[in-house]
């Protein structure tokens, strides 16, 4: 927040800790004094809109997290504003500052309304990851559908990244590494049961040697070593193969883990369907577009296209290895509870019905790499659209109409591999809103100073 006296430009940092607010001041880029300000609870209470956006503050405050707007840049021998919140610099003894108008705008700017669309694993988990970049917003999820009717319900959950055409490699890599680091230490907590991650090992078999045989992800996964041949003696029709360990999400139970998450957080989830993002301007600040396939109709992307895949859960607990054929199409991913037997590649279908012939195939097929599944019992089928762009959109974009703005962020398209890449795009698509609630910050310190 910045204010203008005569010649001198003020600039003041604001900081969270326990139940109490700091604010530090600057004058002419050098450090001036810091105050502290009345009890939150006194503080919120005074202001009606701070107290209705009341969890996402209350929220941050008592994390210790640190809220910091600048006007300027701190000058040179100022020090970091956050880590220097009580020591005295240079300049004239301090006075009361923070007079209630100058808190209750803080506490207005400092819980900026988010609403994100979509439940699926992309919205949840962008969702989770803004409540821990931002803790002073106030998030709210929107969506039509919930665990268990998205397309996350519907996946296998395998950390075994999908290439997106038009994204950097460095990019994707960078996700997925983001994603299996966080998963991993997940699959080594105390939570991992509850929140479906486990790890798993096994094969990715080809017929004939692939032009890569080192794919881009071999050293973020554990293990990666060609197969032995022995191991290939159990697949007859294949030359290659590839074994490794991955992460695995038991993708229901890990649905269910990001909202009681996010719940315990304080973030608001309710169920609507949104005909227009413009529809949330009057509610929220920031709108963040989680909407995977109905990204189609919601802001009419034409580059978004279905992937219909169906796959079969069977109940086959012998099978705890992993088998993957190269091509993508035929696999037999163990589970905790089910093993995932798949699969189809359907672009451009719109079809959710299952279709008999195809589940037939697929057992077959699956069958004819690990032929104990003919035992496989109480087999059910499930079919999803993948959400699939030549590359997913983590991008800001401000709606306006006239004068009023809306700051959006998407984070869509996540194709064959949402689950593999979430955590990676998520803490990008929450740094993006980091970036909107500073330019919002911005626009609203010049109105209100
Ligand atoms: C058969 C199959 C197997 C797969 N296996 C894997 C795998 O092993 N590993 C992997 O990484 N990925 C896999 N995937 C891909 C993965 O499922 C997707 O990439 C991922 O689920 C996309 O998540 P999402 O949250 O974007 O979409 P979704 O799960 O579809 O969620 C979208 C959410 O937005 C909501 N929504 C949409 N429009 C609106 C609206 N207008 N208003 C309000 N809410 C709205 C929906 O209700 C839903 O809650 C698989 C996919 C399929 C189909």
């Known amino acids: 927040m910045t204010a203008c006296e005569g010649r001198k430009r003020t600039v003041y940092s604001l900081q969270h800790s326990g139940s109490r607010l700091y604010i530090r001041e600057y004058q002419g880029g050098k450090f001036w004094q810091a105050a502290e300000s009345p009890a939150l609870a006194e503080a919120a209470g005074r202001s009606g809109s701070a107290a209705s956006a009341g969890g996402g503050l209350s929220r941050g405050l008592g994390t210790n997290s640190s809220f910091t707007q600048r006007g300027a840049e701190p000058g040179p021998g100022t020090g970091c504003p956050g880590r220097r919140l009580f020591q005295a610099g240079p300049g004239p003894p301090p006075h009361q500052v923070g007079s209630s108008l100058l808190w209750l705008c803080i506490l207005e700017m400092a819980s900026a309304k988010v609403a994100v669309v979509g439940a699926g694993v992309i919205g949840l988990s962008t969702a989770l990851c803004i409540t821990e970049t931002c803790p002073s917003c106030s998030v709210t999820v929107l969506s039509d559908q919930f665990s268990p009717n998205t397309t996350s319900d519907v996946a296998a959950g395998m950390l075994i990244p999908h290439i997106y055409p038009d994204t950097p490699l460095h990019r994707q890599k960078q996700w997925f590494k983001e994603t299996f680091t966080y998963l991993f230490a997940i699959s080594n907590s105390a939570e991992a049961s509850e929140a479906g991650i486990h790890l798993v090992s096994g094969w990715q078999i080809f017929k004939s040697t692939p032009k890569e045989e080192l794919p881009f992800w071999s ?22 193969g590839q074994a490794f360990t991955t992460l695995k999400c038991d993708c229901p139970s890990y649905l269910l883990w990001l909202e009681k998450r996010l719940k315990a957080t304080g973030t608001q989830i309710y169920t609507r369907k949104v005909a227009d ?28 296209f279905p992937v219909r895949g169906q796959v079969l859960k069977v ?135």
Not at 219 to 240: C, T, W, Y
Request: hydrophobic fraction near 35%; proline fraction near 4%.
């Open 219 to 240: 050293d973020i996964v554990l293990g990666f070593r060609p197969m032995s041949k022995a191991e290939l003696q159990k697949f007859p029709q294949h030359r290659f």
């Open 277 to 304: 993002l413009w529809e949330l301007h009057s509610d929220y600040d920031i709108v963040v577009n989680c909407t995977g396939m109905g990204a189609h109709h919601l802001v009419g992307d034409k580059q978004l």
């Open 315 to 449: 109940h086959a607990p012998w099978v705890t290895q992993f088998i993957r054929d190269g091509d993508g199409l035929t696999y037999i991913y163990p589970g905790i509870h089910r093993v995932t037997l798949g699969g189809t590649r359907e672009k451009g279908s719109w079809s959710l019905s299952p279709d008999a012939g195809t589940t037939r195939d697929i057992f077959d097929r699956c069958c004819s790499l690990e032929p104990s599944l003919q035992g496989a019992k109480d087999i059910k089928v499930k079919v999803g659209l993948r959400p699939s762009r030549q590359s997913v959109r983590v991008q800001r974009e401000v709606l306006s109409k006239g004068r009023v703005k809306l700051p959006v962020v998407h984070n869509y398209g996540h194709g064959a591999g949402g689950f593999s890449v979430h955590w990676g795009t998520a803490k990008e698509a929450a740094s993006l809103v980091e970036e909107c609630i500073s330019a919002l910050q911005g626009s609203s310190s010049r109105a209100k100073l």
